[in-house]
C-alpha cells in the first residue's frame, strides 16, 4: 500500500487518464455505493445520491461503450433500489451475490454450517450489542452491525464485543465506517466479484478489450483495487490525503468523485458535446429566466439612470458654467454627496464621460488606482486622452494622441492641450469618485497640482464623497482647500432609490416572479440593516428570480403576462406536467372536482390538461393584477393617517396583504377603525385619491388583452361605485348645512316653543349626522367587501399560485447571507477527523502533561495542528514553538 | 523699468529694483537667489513677469507640476533648448534625463554666450526630492561653467529644508506681506469686478426690475467701494491676509453691502448705517474666510430635507459606530459594570470619589480614542442592541467599510485581522454618535463612563 494521488479537479484526471482512455475505447466501470455513489447517511436506508451524481451515472448507463456495475455491501436488491437504473450489473454482500444486466444471477455457495451459523450470529448480536443504538444490519449472506449511534464512549467496547461474537461463529469482522462487516470465510471478496464480473462480460482476456476504472472508499474496496491494480485504474474516496491504498488515485470527496465522471463522459467520442450549463440554456426555464433577467435590468437601468439625470443635468450646468467665473482662479470643484455605499455609484461615475457635455473631457479616477502621484497623473491623463478619442473616434485613431504612459507627465498634457485645441478648449474633468479611499497625501498633492495646472487649463474637478462635506477640511490642508471654489451636490439617498426600484419593478404588477411577503422583508432587512447596497439588492433579488426558475421546466409558465404564459403550454412535456400535477395547490383543485371522469382525464390525459390549463392560469394571472390594484388602492387610502406605523410605504402594505388576510391582523383592523371616525372632508380626500390611484393604475398596467380588459372593467366599477358614494356623502353633509341655516337664532318669547325648536333642530341634525354616518359605514363596508374578496393571501391564492410566486426564504438565506461561524461548525462536524484533531489538543495538550508523551499521541497532534494550520483554522502565535491561536469564531 | 514697476503700483519698487540689479542679461549673474514669502503676496506673478521681459533665456518651472526631478530637469532642458512638445515628436523631451549626470551632460549643448535664469516655483518641493536636487540648484552656475541663475521661489525659509551647507553663493531674499495700504490698492482695482457680481447676483435673484437696479449698481462711484473696503479690511485683516481669500469674501459682504441701497432702505452716502448693516455679515464672514462652499440648490429644494441626513448607515452600521465609540472611550474594566445585567455592587472609596471630582481634561471623551480589539467591539455591541442578530458576513463586513467610511482606524495589526490582533479605533467625534444614537433611539451618554 502506499500514498495516491490527489485529483482534485478535472484537469488533474485529464493528466492522469489521457494516456489510459482514448477515443473510442470500451470504458468498464465499476462503483462502490455507500460512500462513493452516495455520502454516508445516518442510517443505510438514509442515503441518497446527490442529484449531479444520479445524472452522471444515468448518462453512463445509457452510453453505449460504458458498462456499469455497482458492487455493494449491502444486499443486492437493496443496492438495485437505491441506484435505482435497470440494465446494469449488481453486485451485492461484498460479491457474493451478483445480479447480472441481462437478467443472470450469480451466489457464493458457502457450506450449511456456515449458513446454520449464520441466523444465530444474527440472534446474538442482536441480543448482546444491538443496545444504546447500534443495530444490525441482515444481508441474507453477510451482514453488518452499525454502530453510529451508539455514544462515543461505547464504541470500543460495543465494536470489540460484536467482533468476538462474530469471530466465535467462524465468520470474518472487518472494520467498516462505524460498522462491523461480518463475513463468511471464504475467499470471495470485492475483488474476486469485480475479476468475475468482468471476465462474464468481456471474456478472459477482458482487459484487451475493456479499459476498467473502479471506485470505493472503504477497506472492503481494497481489495477490488488490489486485484485491478495494474490492470485497471482505481480511486479511492477518502478525505485524508495522507491514507495507504492500493488505488491509483485518491479523491478527497464524493462531490469530486461526481465531478469526475460528469466531465469524464464528455470525452467519449460517441456522447453530445454539452456541460450541464450546455442542457440548460436550451431548456424552457432557463431561456424564461433569462428573458426576465434582461427585462428586469434593462427596468433597472432606466430607473437608475432617471434618479440621475438631475443630478448629472446639474453636473453639467455647472461644467459649463465653470468657464466664465469670477475673476480669481480658483478650482472649481463639485463635491457630490453619494451616501456610504460607492460601489453603486462607480457606474455613475463612468457614465459622466458620456452625460457631462460634449464640449469636456472627462477622467475618472479610484483610489485603488492611486497609490502615487504618478500613477494617479498617468490616470488622468490616458482617461482625459481616451474621453477626447472616444468622442472624435470617426477622425481619430488611438494612434494619434499616442502619449506613452511612461512619458506622460503634466507637460505632456499641456503641450498636447495647448496643441490640440489652442487657449480655448473645453473643459477638462476630473473626477475623484472614491475621496475616502485615496491616501491624503496623494490627494492633497494630486489637487494642488489641479490647482496649478488650472492657471493653463481650464480644469474642472468633481469629488464623490461618501460621508459628509467636513471630510474636506479634515483631509485637506489649508493651502489647498483655499484654492478650491467649492458646490455642493446631493445624489439621491439610497433609501429612496430602493423604495423606488421596489414599487417600480419588484412588487409591480408587471413583474413576472411576485415575491412572497417573507421573502422580501428578509431583501430588504439585508438593505435597510446591513449594508445599504443596491447592488448587492439587486443581486440578491436576481438570485431570487433564479432559484424560482430553476425549479423545473413548468416554472417557464411564469411570465409578465398571460398571453406570453399561453405560449409557453405548448412547449411543456410529460414530465413537467406531471409536476404541475404534484403542486400542493393543484391536488387542491383536484379534490374539489366533483365529476370522477373529469379528474381521471385530468390527471391521465396530457392534451385534457393542457386545455384545462388555460383557464386555471387566467384565473392566477388576473388574481395577481387585481391583487396589485387594491393593495395599490388600500396603500393610498392608508398613507396618511395618523399612528400609522404598519404601512409606512408600499412594501409594506404589500407584505402584509401577501401573507394574511388583512382583516385578520389586529394591527391593521386598529388602522381600519380610524378610517371610520375621519372627518368627512378627510374621507372624501382620501376617496378621492383612491380613485386617482386606481385610473393610475389602469393606465400604467393594464394591457390590452383578456385579463387587462377585465381587470379594466372591474376597476372602473369600482371607482363609479366610490364616486357614487364619495358624492352622497358630501350630500350628506349639505343638508346638515342647510339644516343649521334654517334653524333661529334669535331668543323668542315663549320659553317652551324655544325649547321645542332646539330640541328639533337637535333631532334633525342628529338624524343629518348619522345619514353620514350610515353613508360612510356603507363606503367602507363596501370597499372591505372588495378587499377581502380580492385581497387574497397568496397561500390562498387561486390554483397553481406555486408558479408565479417565490417563497422559498430558507434557500435565500442560506445562500445569501455568509454565516462563518455556522461554516465552521460544518466543517468541524462533518468530517470527524477536525473534530478528533480538537479533542486532542484539548486533552493532550503538551504543555499540561509535559512529563510524559507517548511518541503516537505526540505525532498525531503534531499532524493534527499541522492539519488544521493549513486550513487555516489556527495560526502559529510566533510565542513558543508550539503555541496557536485560533482564527475562527 | 519702469513700465514693469509700474504694472504692479504698489510699494514693491525697492524689492525689484534690487531684483533688477542682479538679473540683468549683460552681467554675470549671481549663483542663485532664494526668495521666501508668505503665499498670495505676488512673488511669482512679479518675478515671472520682470523675468520675461528682462532675460530672452528665461524658463519657468513650478515644482508642483514635476513630481519628480526626472520631469523637472527635462522640463528645464526643455525650456532652455526652446524644445516644444507635440505630436510630431510624440510629445518626448528633448533629451531624457533620469539623474543630475545627464542633466550635465545636456547642458554642455548650451551656448556659452548666453545667459540663462531659470525660475523655480514652489521651491519648498526641492526639499521632499532626492538629497543632492537642492543643492545642484544652488549651485548651478559653479557645476556647469555657464552664466546661469537659478531663482527659487518658495514659502519656506532656506534654513528650514533639509540640506543647508552649501548655501555660501546663494543671495536669499525675503518677500515681505502686503501692508493694509497694499491690500487696499489692490482690492481697489477690482471694483468692476464686485459691480459684476452683484449684477450677477441680482439677475439671479429679482429678475423683475434688474435693468434699474443694474443702472443704479452701474453709477456707484468708486468712493462708495472705497469706504466699504475700509470697513471691511478693518475687520477682516485680523484673521486673514491673504489677498485670494480676502478677495472672495469682500464679493459676498459686498453683495450684502450693496443690498439696502439697492432696496432704498439706506441712502447711499449714509456710511454709518450700512456699517451697522454690515457689521454682523463681516463678523460671520471673519470665522470663515476660506470655506465657501456653494450648495446646488436646485437639488437640494427638490429632496425633503428632513430625509437629508448628513450621513446616512445601515441600522446595525449605525450600532457597530457607537460601540465602537464607547469601546474608544470607555476603560475596559468599566465595560462588566457597564453592560453586564448582574454586575455586582460598587463599592465607595476614598479614591473614587477623588477620582470623581475629575477635573474636565481628564474626561476620557476629550482625551481622545483609545484603541480596542474587534472581540470587545462585537461584545459591546451584541451588548447595547436588543435583538439576536446572527454574526454573519454582512455584520463582518460593515467593519471595513466603516474603515473606508474613515469612521474607524485601524492602529495595529492590519494585516491580521483574521486572528483577533488588530486594534482599531474610532474616529468618530461625540456629536456624530450621539446623532446616530438618538436616530436608532439609543441613550449614548448613560453608557459612557465621564458621564455616570
Known amino acids: 500500500m502506499q500514498e495516491a494521488p490527489t485529483i482534485e479537479n478535472y484537469r488533474d484526471i485529464d493528466n492522469h487518464l489521457s494516456s489510459f482512455i482514448k477515443k473510442g475505447d470500451n470504458l468498464a466501470v465499476l462503483l462502490d455505493y455507500d460512500g462513493t455513489l452516495a455520502p454516508l447517511a445516518e442510517h443505510p436506508s438514509l442515503t441518497v445520491m446527490e442529484p449531479e451524481s444520479e445524472a452522471a451515472i444515468k448518462e453512463l448507463a445509457t452510453h453505449p461503450n460504458v458498462f456499469l456495475a455497482v458492487i455493494s455491501g449491502r444486499a443486492v436488491g437493496d443496492v438495485k433500489n437505491k441506484v435505482g437504473i435497470e440494465n446494469i450489473t449488481y453486485a451485492g454482500n461484498h460479491g457474493l451475490d451478483i445480479a447480472f444486466a ?107 478489450h475493456v479499459k476498467a476504472v473502479f471506485a470505493g472508499d472503504d477497506t472492503t474496496d481494497e481489495d477490488a483495487m488490489k486485484a485491478l491494480k495494474g490492470k485497471g485504474k482505481t480511486f479511492r474516496v477518502s478525505a485524508l490525503p495522507s491514507i495507504k491504498t492500493y488505488a491509483d488515485f485518491r479523491v478527497p470527496s464524493t462531490e469530486t468523485g461526481c465531478f469526475i465522471f460528469k466531465n469524464g463522459t464528455k470525452r467519449f467520442p460517441s456522447k453530445r458535446k454539452h456541460s450541464i450549463l450546455d442542457v440548460n440554456e436550451s431548456q424552457p426555464w432557463y431561456r424564461q429566466y433569462e428573458e426576465v433577467k434582461r427585462l428586469i435590468d434593462s427596468e433597472v437601468e432606466i430607473i437608475q439612470s432617471a434618479t440621475c439625470k438631475k443630478i448629472k443635468e446639474n453636473l453639467k450646468q455647472f461644467v459649463e458654467s465653470s468657464r466664465d467665473r469670477w475673476c480669481l482662479n480658483d478650482l472649481p470643484t463639485a463635491v457630490i454627496l453619494t451616501g456610504i455605499n460607492q460601489g453603486d455609484h462607480y457606474q455613475f461615475f463612468n457614465s459622466l464621460n458620456n452625460e457631462i457635455s460634449e464640449n469636456a473631457f472627462v477622467a475618472v479616477i479610484q483610489g485603488r488606482n492611486c497609490s502615487n502621484l504618478k500613477s494617479a497623473i498617468n490616470t488622468i491623463i490616458c482617461g482625459l486622452t481616451a474621453s477626447y478619442v472616444s468622442q472624435n473616434d470617426e477622425e481619430l485613431s488611438t494612434d494619434d494622441v499616442s502619449i506613452r504612459r511612461s512619458e506622460s507627465n503634466i507637460q505632456v498634457l499641456k503641450s498636447w492641450y495647448l496643441e490640440t485645441f489652442g487657449s480655448n478648449g473645453p473643459s477638462l474633468v476630473v473626477v475623484i469618485s472614491d475621496f475616502e479611499l485615496f491616501r491624503e497625501d496623494v490627494l492633497t498633492e494630486l489637487i494642488q497640482l489641479l490647482v496649478t495646472i488650472n492657471d493653463d487649463l481650464p480644469m474642472v474637478l468633481v469629488l464623490g464623497v461618501a460621508t459628509d462635506i467636513s471630510i474636506l477640511e479634515r483631509t485637506l490642508p489649508y493651502y489647498v482647500m483655499n484654492k478650491l471654489q467649492l458646490c455642493k451636490f446631493q445624489s439621491s439617498p439610497s433609501k429612496q432609490s430602493l423604495e423606488k426600484i421596489l414599487n417600480d419593478i419588484i412588487v409591480s404588477p408587471n413583474v413576472s416572479v411576485h415575491l412572497s411577503g417573507n421573502v422580501l422583508n428578509f431583501l430588504t432587512d439585508i438593505f435597510l440593516y446591513f449594508d445599504f447596497s443596491i447592488n448587492s439588492f439587486l443581486k440578491s433579488y436576481q438570485f431570487c428570480v433564479m432559484e424560482h426558475y430553476q425549479q423545473g421546466n413548468e416554472f417557464s409558465l411564469c411570465t409578465s403576462t398571460y398571453e406570453k404564459c399561453l405560449e409557453k403550454i405548448k412547449d411543456l412535456k410529460h414530465e413537467d406536467i406531471e409536476e404541475i400535477r404534484s403542486l400542493p395547490s393543484f391536488r387542491r383543485y383536484v379534490e374539489s372536482l366533483t365529476n370522477p371522469a373529469e379528474i381521471i382525464d385530468i390527471l391521465e390525459k396530457d392534451k385534457y390538461f393542457r386545455k384545462n390549463l388555460e383557464p386555471l392560469l387566467k384565473n392566477v394571472y388576473a388574481y395577481f393584477q387585481r391583487f396589485h390594484c387594491f393593495s395599490r388602492m388600500l396603500f393610498t387610502m392608508l398613507q396618511n393617517l395618523p399612528r400609522n406605523v404598519i404601512a409606512k410605504q408600499y412594501r409594506d402594505v404589500y407584505v402584509l396583504c401577501s401573507t394574511k388576510h388583512i382583516f385578520r391582523n389586529q394591527n391593521f383592523c386598529e388602522l381600519w377603525q380610524l378610517l371610520t371616525v375621519l372627518s368627512k372632508d378627510e374621507l372624501l380626500l382620501v376617496l378621492s385619491n383612491s380613485v386617482d390611484t386606481l385610473n393610475n393604475y389602469k393606465k400604467k398596467f393594464c394591457f390590452d388583452d383578456a385579463i387587462g380588459k377585465e381587470t379594466q372593467s372591474l376597476i372602473d366599477e369600482v371607482i363609479k361605485k366610490l364616486v357614487h358614494y364619495s358624492s352622497q356623502i358630501s350630500k350628506a353633509e349639505l343638508t346638515t348645512e342647510s339644516s343649521k341655516r334654517n334653524t333661529p337664532v334669535k331668543l323668542g318669547k315663549d320659553y317652551k316653543e324655544e325649547l321645542k325648536n332646539k330640541m328639533m333642530e337637535q333631532a334633525s341634525t342628529s338624524k343629518s349626522s348619522t345619514d353620514l354616518r350610515k353613508h360612510i359605514d356603507i363606503t367602507l363596508t363596501y370597499i372591505k367587501g372588495q378587499l377581502t374578496k380580492y385581497l387574497v393571501p397568496f397561500s390562498e391564492a387561486p390554483t397553481l399560485n406555486e408558479l408565479l410566486v417565490f417563497d422559498d426564504v430558507k434557500s435565500v438565506r442560506q445562500h445569501i447571507i455568509g454565516a462563518p461561524r455556522a461554516a465552521t461548525h460544518a466543517a468541524l462536524q462533518n468530517p470527524q477527523l477536525y473534530l478528533q484533531a480538537f479533542n486532542i489538543i484539548h486533552q493532550d495538550d503538551p504543555d499540561s502533561q509535559a512529563s510524559e508523551v507517548q511518541p503516537e499521541i505526540q505525532a498525531r497532534f503534531v499532524r493534527a495542528v499541522a492539519e488544521m494550520q493549513f486550513l487555516g483554522y489556527i495560526k502559529s502565535s510566533k510565542r513558543k514553538t508550539d503555541h496557536v491561536t485560533r482564527l475562527t469564531w | 523699468m519702469q513700465v514693469i514697476s509700474h504694472t504692479f503700483e504698489t510699494s514693491r519698487h525697492e524689492i525689484i529694483d534690487r531684483l533688477l540689479g542682479y538679473l540683468r542679461e549683460d552681467t554675470a549673474l549671481p549663483q542663485s537667489l532664494f526668495i521666501y514669502g508668505s503665499s498670495g503676496t505676488g512673488k511669482t506673478k512679479i518675478i515671472a513677469s520682470l523675468l520675461r521681459q528682462t532675460i530672452p533665456n528665461a524658463i519657468i518651472v513650478n515644482c508642483i507640476e514635476c513630481c519628480s526631478s526626472k520631469v523637472l530637469f527635462e522640463t528645464i532642458l526643455n525650456g532652455i533648448f526652446n524644445h516644444k512638445l507635440s505630436a510630431a515628436n510624440q510629445y518626448s523631451p528633448y533629451v531624457r534625463c533620469t539623474n543630475a549626470r545627464d542633466f550635465f551632460d545636456a547642458l554642455q549643448h548650451c551656448d556659452t554666450s548666453q545667459s540663462y535664469v531659470i525660475m523655480i516655483d514652489a521651491a519648498e518641493k526641492l526639499g521632499d526630492m532626492d538629497k543632492n536636487i537642492l543643492p545642484i540648484f544652488l549651485r548651478l552656475q559653479e557645476l556647469s561653467d555657464l552664466n546661469i541663475c537659478c531663482v527659487l521661489v518658495s514659502t519656506l525659509h532656506i534654513q528650514m529644508m533639509t540640506p543647508t551647507d552649501g548655501l555660501e553663493g546663494t543671495i536669499s531674499i525675503y518677500w515681505p506681506q502686503y501692508s493694509k495700504k497694499e491690500i487696499l490698492t489692490i482690492m481697489m482695482d477690482k471694483f468692476e469686478d464686485h459691480q ?131 469601546a474608544s ?112 433611539g439609543f441613550n449614548v451618554s448613560q453608557h459612557l463612563c465621564d458621564f455616570m
Open chain 1, 102 to 208: 441481462n437478467g443472470s444471477m450469480f451466489h457464493y455457495e458457502v457450506s450449511d454450517e456456515l449458513k446454520s451459523n449464520f441466523t444465530k450470529m444474527v440472534d446474538e448480536l442482536e441480543e448482546e450489542v444491538a443496545t444504546r443504538g447500534g443495530w444490525v444490519e441482515n444481508k441474507i449472506a453477510s451482514l453488518s452491525y452499525h454502530y453510529r449511534g451508539v455514544p462515543e464512549e461505547l464504541h470500543d467496547e460495543l465494536s470489540s464485543d460484536a467482533t468476538a461474537i462474530i469471530h466465535s461463529y467462524g465468520y470474518i469482522p472487518s472494520q467498516a465506517h462505524l460498522a462491523i462487516e461480518a463475513k463468511p470465510p471464504v475467499q470471495w471478496n470485492k475483488g474476486e466479484a469485480a475479476l468475475s464480473i468482468l471476465k462474464e462480460e468481456f471474456g478472459d482476456e477482458w482487459h484487451a
Open chain 2, 329 to 440: 472611550h470607555n476603560d475596559a474594566k468599566l465595560d462588566k459594570r457597564l453592560y453586564m445585567k448582574n454586575h455586582g455592587k460598587q463599592r465607595k472609596r476614598v479614591q473614587d470619589i477623588k477620582a470623581k471630582a475629575v477635573v474636565n481634561e481628564k474626561l476620557s471623551t476629550q482625551l481622545g480614542p483609545k484603541s480596542f480589539n474587534l472581540d470587545r467591539l462585537f461584545a459591546i455591541f451584541y451588548a447595547i442592541i436588543d435583538e439576536k442578530i446572527n454574526m454573519n458576513c454582512n455584520l463582518m463586513s460593515q467593519i471595513p467599510s466603516l474603515v473606508r467610511l474613515k469612521l474607524l482606524t485601524y492602529v495595529a495589526g492590519e494585516n491580521n485581522v483574521m486572528d483577533g490582533n488588530a486594534r482599531l479605533q474610532c474616529n468618530a467625534g461625540l456629536d456624530l454618535i450621539i446623532k446616530i444614537g438618538k436616530s436608532v
Open chain 2, 196 to 326: 459684476a457680481f452683484v449684477k450677477k447676483k441680482l439677475v439671479s435673484t429679482n429678475p423683475s426690475n434688474v435693468s434699474d437696479l443694474e443702472a443704479i449698481v452701474d453709477s456707484m462711484h468708486i468712493t462708495f467701494f472705497e469706504n466699504y473696503l475700509h470697513l471691511f479690511l478693518n475687520v477682516t485683516l485680523q484673521s486673514c491676509r491673504n489677498v485670494r481669500e480676502l478677495l472672495l469674501t469682500s464679493r459676498d459682504c459686498f453683495q450684502k453691502y450693496c443690498e439696502p441701497v439697492l432696496n432704498g432702505s439706506v441712502d447711499i452716502n449714509d456710511v454709518q448705517k450700512l456699517y451697522r448693516n454690515i457689521a454682523e455679515v463681516l463678523k460671520s464672514a471673519m470665522k470663515k474666510t476660506y470655506q465657501s462652499i456653494e450648495d446646488s440648490n436646485e437639488t437640494t429644494s427638490e429632496l425633503d430635507t428632513s430625509r437629508m441626513q448628513q450621513l446616512e448607515l445601515p441600522f446595525y452600521a449605525k450600532y457597530l459606530l457607537i460601540a465602537a465609540f464607547l
